[in-house]
């Protein structure tokens, strides 16, 4: 018996483990592909010449100035969104519950908005309100939904509560600004990797260096959450403790990445689940979501930059759900296992 | 044992129905309160008299019969049709969070009015309306069908990702329209901030088919959204036929909230709430579910109006966010009072 266990748990890894690889090389392509194509366009050994140090001067202007910035923070902010995702929709057992359908991020954007619109200020200032109002809205959920302990169904109803009055904010705000600010704030709310600055990132990078590892220390206990309160506790997790520990890396991650770049729409939704309805072993599948959520994040950019002819480019948001949600799409008109990776 | 049960149901309808007649006595507040407050104030008496023998000298009577009642009713169908189509599409996903906004149902209309305004220059409320319910079906049928496309069918994890996966990306194709036309987006977050005021009643009037369509439907998919309560399985063991189940709510819910957003814009939070309040009382059976939220959706947005109408006099506050301001907070502090039934 439990060499069959074992046997099945083997063949798992290996297609997780598959999955990955070729995860990892879709990311690559994309990644090499946004570093080369562009109003200028360079010849691979010319990038891989570029990076190691040896290019001329305009393109080392072109690739490390102002390519090689914004596809990194592309790849954090889509690893960071998707992690937060799929911790999100684990811990509290509802594939909807999302942060950005519970509130989190659009606490953030509340904040931005508040601080651009109302505050008149403008860039750094931005990105700490956003960070600061995600903290601020997920510890309110928090205390909102204790009772005893935090239900994941209180929780979830809760956060979806206070995510109405956030937006119903955002758009009372938006509907009062003068129209010129109020299209401002919208190009923050639509969220765009361009102008990455190598500070912005590296903050980025730090929070993920400390973040992501913890995340992985806690996923054993997460996986006896996905059975259920009762289950998780015969096991001898303790169940509040470590569901607040995943909630508060899940916040985290999904606050700084909204502040990096602002509330990229949809990618904390899709990615966990396309990842595992494409691993399809019933495992958490933390590592393919977060290569798809660069993935998609990476993508959408690179579409983005180049759907209009001319020098016209677009903020990255404004496709992630183009670009991510159709896939999805197609995956659940495909699939043929019921509640796959739900 | 059966015995037992009648007796314990006996007292529990009877609870039921004074429910019933407690909310619609607080529904007929909520529409008095919406005839005679406003920026103007006009006593009950002129706005009866106002409605059965109208005089139209007198200026009260011409703002109760060309102000008030136009956004009273609308509210009034509005809210209905949320009420009714978040409980069907609750009961049909079995998840709690599935509301109009989050099933893509908004997110289409959204998409299809901003396209009228945007590239056929439609510009009057009656023009939105007809864009609006093509959205709304599009979305609902889109949905539906990838949804219960392979070999399972539609189950309700499938409709529930479906639907916020479709939400995902009219989003995005909404965002492009608005970033890349600034006329559109002027006129576009007035409309998609939920007035009961910019569409009069010639807009709303000739949806009220669709709105009695829609209801008859969700009265008959009450008693299966009970046995598809208990899970597919068991809902085909006691010979629910789960596809009809689910096509009757699918339809239901075009018409309904496909009326809903097309005379009051995209209003969020009524479809979700309504329904788990409307738990609270009744328990799980579907079919008081639906009752109630027939009579505390419309109460909830019309009380909502009059509530933007008098805390920014003279100035006025959109129902739409009236309700997602205030709805939350009592939300929440149901969600944290009661030990609330699961779906």
Redesign the interface.
Known sequence: MSAIITASRLIQRRREGRVVAILAAVLLAIVVLSLAVGAYSLSIPDLVRTLLGGGAGNENFIVLKLRLPRVSLAVLAGVAFAVSGALFQTVLR????SPD?IGVTGGASAAAVFSMLILGLGGVATSVSAFLGALIVAAAIYV??W?GGVAG??F???G???A??V???V??L??RAD?RN??EA??WL?GSVSGARWQDITVVAVFLAVLLPAVAVLSGRMRGLQMGDDAASALGIRVERARLALLVLAVALAAVATAAVGPL??IA??SA?IARRVVGTGGLALLPAALVGAIITTGADFVAQHLLPGDLQ??A??????I???Y??WL????????KG? | MLALSTVAARPRTRRLVGGMLAAALLLFVAIALSLAVGTRDVSLGVVVDAIFAPDLTITDHTVVRDLRVPRTVIGLLAGLALGISGALMQGITR???ADPG?LGVNAGASLFVLVGIAFFGVTAASGYVWFAFLGAAIATVVVYA??S????GA?A??L???G???T??????I??V??SD?DA??RY??W??GSLVARGLDAALPLLPFVITGVILAVVAGRMLNALALGDDLARGLGQNLVTARVLCAVAVVMLCGTATAIAGPI??VG??VP?VARWFTGPDYRWIIAFSALLGPTLLVAADVIGRVVAKPGE??A??V???L???V??AL??RVK?A?L
């Open positions: 509802n594939p909807l519950a359908i909102l939904a009772r169904y209180r979830v109803l809760i979806v509560g206070i109405f009055m937006q119903g904010f758009s009372y938006l509907s129209l109020a299209q919208l190009v639509v729409a949809f939704f899709v689940p677009l903020p948001g404004i496709v992630t759900g183009a991510g949600a159709p999805l799409l659940l008109a495909t699939a043929n296992r019921n509640g739900a | 998840n709690p969070l989050l990838i949804g496309l392979g070999r399972e189950t994890v499938k529930a990702l479906a916020t996966a479709l995902a990306a009219f989003t995005s194709l965002t492009i608005l970033l600034g987006f002027d977050r007035f998609s901030a969020v939070f979700l709430a788990h506050i959109e739409g966010l309700v997602a301001f709805g939350a907070p939300l929440i969600v944290r609330l699961g």
